[in-house]
């Protein structure tokens, strides 16, 4: 016999199937979602990206993450490490994207002085567009070298 309860339960199902379409779509539309590893994000994450990094990053990390020059280590200060590049040409895509929410929000373990923690003012959103800008300044081919694979493409 089927019972009252059965024919609701069975109609309810396509609502909540309905309700998962409408969160992808709505998340969708709202820009939360963010690209992977080795994918290239979408312009408004990367214009959303530029504008923090030339509000928190810029002074150390420079216009389109050229990085610091190097000091010559005879005038050097011994705890002085320099912001490296975050454009191509330095190491920042040897990581991937996970890693590098990590050293944005919380630091790496050399920087405690210099790398800010960013935790208390950067959401993990915001962390996640300043990799796409960062990213934008990376070509096609380190983007898709970008992470563990890196060795691969050495
Ligand atoms: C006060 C200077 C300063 C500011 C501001 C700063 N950084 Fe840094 N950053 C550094 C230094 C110095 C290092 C190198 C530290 C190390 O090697 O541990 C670094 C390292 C990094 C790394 C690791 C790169 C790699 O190749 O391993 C990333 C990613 C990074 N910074 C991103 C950012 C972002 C994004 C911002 C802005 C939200 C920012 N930094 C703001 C100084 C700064």
Do not use: F
């Amino acid at each position: 016999m089927i019972s009252r309860r059965d024919v609701v339960q069975v109609a309810r199902r396509p609502r909540v199937c309905l309700s998962l379409i409408g969160l992808i779509l709505a998340l969708l539309a709202t820009g939360i979602t963010q690209a992977e590893t080795g994918e290239r994000p979408g312009p408004e994450a990367v214009d959303r990206g530029k504008k923090l990094y030339n509000a928190y990053c810029v002074a150390c990390h420079k216009p389109m993450g050229v990085g610091e020059p190097i000091v010559p280590w005879s005038i050097r200060r011994t705890d002085l490490i320099e912001a490296m590049p975050l454009n191509e040409t330095s190491h920042a895509w040897h990581h991937g994207d996970d890693q590098l929410t990590v050293m944005i929000l919380d630091g790496t373990d050399r920087s405690r002085t210099r790398m800010p923690v960013w935790r208390n003012s950067l959401t993990e959103q915001n962390a996640a567009d300043l990799i796409a800008y960062m990213k934008s300044l990376w070509s096609d081919r380190i983007v898709s070298c970008q992470g563990p694979k890196h060795m691969d493409c050495m």
